[in-house]
């Protein structure tokens, strides 16, 4: 399956805004994804609470997991969001 | 209702007369009942979640403040999630009817949340206020919060929130009263600033029951209820009038035999500058610079903030901006300076003395109001925060003139400060009161501390007498002292801080027409007797009575 491991970039973490704008990056996407962090059960990456629970800081690593049609490129971009500090872009 | 005089303090002036309406509760969770259709009720608790959804949407739609909308469109998106209707739906199948199974599903997350500490345990509040409005719709009662009946009515709470207030609709309030709180609560804060007549620290409203008319006096703090609605509105009617008065008098600020007052406005960014110039403000009496501190892991850059100030002065060239160097620390902590751990933030390091650990700070800060201010036309003048003795006030000035800024002042809201006005206007050009402040530090009462209001009171003699020995030093020194707390936009209160030797009164910009409507209404010796008289008063209460 396709896969890719992230290092969260945003300055707060994965919360507020930049869970915001990933959950509904990661709810546009036509195919299934799931994030997970260590060896914790893979939750929905459009479920907002579940990726708040996460509890993901800056510099946390998560996996990105997505299965079908345009797997590889989805992955790619949502990482790439992941990877980038999404509260500097803020301002 | 029988008639009732109700009695508390007076925090915006005005008179609104309507119903009463309190901010709904938190309903209960009503005694479970037995499933018998599973999918009728799993439908049931997924239409409640999803009106919850289309609720926040529509108040985010309607705020008229982006950063609020943001928060309410965030909030929306922890109900619409599709994990939390997985467990909506393992909880009915396990025999739960809707309320319980929504409330089941929420504190899955809400353990995690709790357990995992730090920002995720602070949206527990979040999750709680998703789940009351979920159960509120099953039950068919109001959402909890600020009602939105679609007539306009007066708010009754214990006290009000940000959250409570951030997207309330000035169509539809046109009063504010609350049973606890302060002259320098949010409550009193909001409703100057959206001029809405309040009363706060009120005993006895919220057993007023909702939908009974009353009256309510924002100057005096009476809030009469079952009274003649008739008479009501006229009174209203004719206090409008009164009000509406007061915009047809615009220039400077002045008496009545022409003795000239600055009339300012408080602003924290270039989005408050139209307020100001609708109001026929001066100048810029205070421009708080936190707003770009907060909630910041690092420190503003030097451009980011010539950016930020330039277009504030920009918007101001030609006339005096007074702008105050960072105030953090207390109830205003930043992230970047580490501030946890101290036992009493209040009277820790906070606004000045940050700069006795991190001196960079206030060096990058005012390059970068200078650099500003070269690029502009606008009259700056810089002034610190929480200062206490004159070196304090000296060094600060150094590093102004170091910076190249002509004009180096400090705020007085420090007792000891106060008293030493005289030698502090030997190294600083000007003095500017922060009466909240100064209350806080002066009756030694916490201003977030609802129970002690009464101290807290602008009108405190105690106060005024602090307020007119920087007064003296002013009129001796031959120097400007302002008001830039929220005792300058009280109109009663001006010509007595003008009797006291007060030359700008800075507010928000609402405020400014009916202050300017009452130093007009006075001539300079009236207001030297008012000081006196308020001065001399035994307490607030008296003061009051006594400039009437």
Redesign the interface.
């Known amino acids: 399956m396709p896969t890719r491991t992230v290092t969260v970039g945003s300055a707060s973490g994965l919360h507020a805004r930049p869970a915001k704008i990933f959950v509904e990056a990661a709810a546009k996407a036509p195919v299934k994804v799931t994030i997970r962090s260590g060896d914790r059960k893979p939750v929905p990456a459009k479920s907002m609470l579940s990726v708040l629970a996460l509890g993901a800081r800056q510099g946390t690593e998560v996996i990105l997991e997505a299965e079908g049609d345009g797997a590889d490129e989805i992955l790619d971009s949502l990482a790439e969001l992941l990877s980038k500090d999404l509260d500097a872009d803020h301002v | 209702m029988s008639e009732a005089l109700l009695t508390g303090i007076g925090v915006s002036a005005g008179i609104a007369a309507g119903p009463l309406l309190r901010i709904a509760a938190a309903p209960a969770l009503p005694a479970p009942l037995p499933v018998t259709d599973a999918e009728a009720e799993i439908t049931r608790a997924e239409a409640a979640l999803a009106e919850v959804v289309a609720e926040l949407g529509r108040r985010a739609d309607r705020a008229s403040d982006d950063t609020v909308a943001?928060v309410l469109?965030?909030e929306a998106?922890?109900a619409?999630?599709?994990?939390?209707r997985e467990g909506v739906r393992e909880q009915v199948e396990a025999g739960h009817d809707a309320p319980h199974a929504i409330d089941g599903a929420f504190a899955a997350?809400r353990e995690?949340?709790a357990a995992?500490g730090g920002?995720?345990a602070e949206?527990v509040a979040d999750l709680d206020d998703l789940r009351d409005r979920a159960v509120a719709v099953l039950l068919g009662l109001p959402m909890p919060g600020v009602p939105a009946p679609g007539h306009p009515y007066i708010l009754a709470a214990r006290d009000l929130a940000p959250a409570d207030t951030a997207d309330l609709d000035p169509g539809q309030v046109i009063g504010l009263v609350t049973e606890a709180g302060g002259p320098t609560s949010h409550t009193a804060i909001l409703a100057r600033a959206l001029g809405l007549p309040a009363v706060v620290a009120c005993p006895g409203v919220l057993a007023v029951p909702d939908g009974t008319f009353v009256l309510l006096d924002g100057a005096s703090g009476r809030v009469e209820t079952g009274v003649d609605e008739a008479g009501a509105k006229a009174a209203a009617t004719s206090a409008a009038r009164v009000a509406a008065a007061a915009p047809a008098l615009t220039g400077p600020g002045r008496t009545s035999d022409g003795y000239e007052v600055k009339l300012l406005a408080n602003v924290g960014s270039v989005k408050n500058v139209r307020a100001a110039d609708e109001a026929h403000a001066e100048g810029i009496g205070l421009f708080r610079t936190e707003l770009l501190f907060l909630?910041r892991?690092?420190e503003?850059a030097h451009d980011?903030q010539v950016t930020a100030y330039r277009e504030v002065f920009a918007a101001m060239a030609g006339r005096r901006v007074v702008i105050r160097t960072l105030d953090a620390g207390a109830d205003k902590p930043l992230p970047f300076l580490n501030q946890d751990g101290e036992p009493n933030p209040a009277l820790g390091v906070r606004g000045l003395r940050v700069a006795r650990q991190r001196p960079a700070v206030l060096t990058t800060q005012l390059a970068a109001i200078a650099e500003a201010r070269s690029l502009t036309g606008a009259d700056v003048w810089v002034m610190a925060p929480m200062v206490s003795t004159p070196a304090e006030a000296a060094e600060f000035a150094a590093a102004v003139h170091d910076a190249g800024l002509p004009r180096a002042g400090v705020m007085i809201e420090v007792p000891a400060a106060a008293l030493r006005a005289a030698d502090l206007l030997r190294v600083v050009d000007f003095l500017s009161i922060g009466t909240n402040d100064l209350s806080q530090y002066t009756f030694a009462a916490d201003r977030m501390c609802g129970d002690l209001a009464d101290l807290l009171d602008p009108w405190q003699p105690a106060l005024l007498q602090l307020i007119g020995v920087c007064g003296e030093a002013g009129r001796a020194a031959g120097k400007p002292v302002g008001v830039c707390g929220e005792a300058a936009a009280d109109p009663a209160l001006a010509p007595v801080l003008v009797g006291l030797g007060v030359t700008s009164l800075s507010m928000s910009p609402r405020a400014i027409p009916a202050v300017r409507a009452s130093l007009a209404a006075h001539t300079g010796a009236d207001c030297r007797r008012l000081a006196e008289l308020a001065v001399a008063a035994p307490d607030a209460a008296e003061a009051r009575k006594s400039v009437r």
């Open positions: 943001e469109r965030a998106l922890m619409d999630d599709e994990e939390l997350f995690v949340f995992a920002y995720l949206r909630d892991a690092r503003p980011e």
